[in-house]
Each structure stands twice: as C-alpha cells, then as structure tokens.
C-alpha cells in the first residue's frame, strides 16, 4: 500500500498563492502517477492535475492550465501543486492520489481544505 498525507491548505484572498504538498510513504515503488483532484460542496470531485512518477509529464485540467504547477520530488516521496491566482471557484477539498497504472487511481490522501475568498 501507500499512504499518502498532504500538507499546505488553507484561506487565501482572490489572487493569491498556495501550495499543497503531499508526502507518500510505503509501497512507493509501485507508483506509476501521483495526482491532485478536488472537490467544491455539492459536486463531484474532479482532476486538477498528474504527474508521471518516472518521466515527469505532466497532465492538466483545462481549469488548472497556466495558474497551476504540478511537479515532484522523487528523492522525498513528494508531489507539489503551486496554485497562483487563485479564484473563489477554486475553493475545495483537495486531494493526493496515487496511481498503480495509468487512471488506476488507488490510493488516497485525506484531503487538505482550499479556501478561496476576501
């Protein structure tokens, strides 16, 4: 298995910056991508973001492209999303997870919250 714990949430006016970490511990060796999804009050969560464990492509949701950075550090385990202009829309539950094969999203974090508000 693999644990996954993320860090860096919290309340942030329009405009500004977070950055969500997540440090993945266990059976790491098994990680194929590690992703970032999020979920706003009454919906679904979606895909923000993925990284491939290996190559390092990256993979974006059209709302994510040119305000956020996904990126990694393979030597630590750890996966970061750098979210720049933040807007109220981006206001979620967002959550680590990590992936065996490509879409076999297996293992979860428990979420960290993003508030986007003045």
């Known amino acids: 298995q693999v644990q996954l714990v993320e860090s860096g949430g919290g309340l942030v006016q329009p405009g500004g910056s977070l950055r969500l970490s997540c440090a993945a511990s266990?059976?790491?060796?098994?990680?194929?991508?590690m992703g970032w999804f999020r979920q706003a009050p009454g919906k679904e969560r979606e895909f923000v973001a993925a990284?491939?464990?290996?190559?390092?492509?990256?993979y974006y949701a059209d709302s994510a492209k040119g305000r956020f950075t996904i990126s990694r550090d393979n030597a630590e385990n750890t996966v970061y999303l750098q979210m720049n202009s933040l807007k109220p829309e981006d206001t979620a539950v967002y959550y680590c997870?990590?992936?065996?094969?490509?879409?076999?999203?297996?293992?979860w974090g428990q979420g960290t919250q993003v508030t986007v508000s003045a």
């Open positions: 266990g059976r790491t060796f098994n990680i194929y991508h």
């Open positions: 990284v491939n464990w290996s190559d390092g492509r990256t």
């Open positions: 997870a990590s992936a065996v094969s490509p879409r076999d999203w297996s293992y």
